[in-house]
């Protein structure tokens, strides 16, 4: 299996277990679709989205932040990040990646 057949099948797999409420079990799929293709946008902002519903913040954080780093300009990515922040308790953070969420919303670029 090709590797991004082998990604976008995991990464469609873990969506499906989200949708019935299955967190941790797509959390181990988003993971795992990282790890075919580290540079997988989808899949780091998913695996944040999984984490940051699931409780785990601070991981959920650290894969927001792969996810800018792969695309500093999705909008998306900095909204989720900054509510990431802010369920940790890091209150400039959040301001910051809201900033630049408005600065993307302008049709600005922030990378």
Known sequence: MSESIERDA???EASGLVAVGELEEAVKLYRRSVEVDPQFFDG???L??????SGSIKEAIGAGLMATTINPNDLLAWTALSQM??????IAEAE???GKARILSLGGRVG
Do not use: S
């Open 48 to 53: 944040g989205m999984a984490l940051m519903k």
């Open 44 to 46: 780091w902002h998913a």
């Open 85 to 90: 922040y802010v369920k940790n308790g890091q």
């Open 96 to 98: 910051d990646a809201k």
């Open 10 to 12: 995991l990464y469609d």
